[in-house]
């Protein structure tokens, strides 16, 4: 008779199941919102949208520089405060959804600046906000789905 380990068992898998099962065991080691993969990307992508906007023409610095630069620094804090809040289920859920939409919202600013400029940064800066919105959506499954709490 074989032993079934961990590894053989996630060969078998989805992509969303073994992305779950990795959100699991990270959560077991989690001792600040500094482990969550989510706040990690938001925190680098609040960092790189503000030094692309701080490359903006003038006119546009003060503008949709402005806009973007607090849309992304949003998504991060609004991890940061759900984590805070992480105790009360619907709580950090509402965060996280809070998070999510300013997410989106950077991915708007993004896109209309794209059009505007054209630039590898801002399309490279697209494409981790689109990679990001993934693992906060399948975030947000699993808090909804897992997270033992006070309701």
Known sequence: MSVVGPDSYRDQLSVFDQSVVGLILNFRKMKTYKDLDVYNEAFRLAADVHKMS???????????????????????????????RRKYKADFLRFLITANASLLETESHLEMLNDLYDKDEIRRL??????????????????????????
């Open 54 to 84: 701080m490359d903006l023409p003038k006119t546009e610095m003060y503008e949709l520089g402005s806009q973007i630069r607090r849309s992304a620094q949003s998504v991060r804090a609004n991890i940061v405060e759900g984590y805070g």
């Open 126 to 151: 697209i494409i981790n906000s689109s990679d990001l919105g993934k693992k906060m959506h399948r975030f947000i499954e699993f808090v909804q789905k897992n997270w033992k709490t006070r309701s």
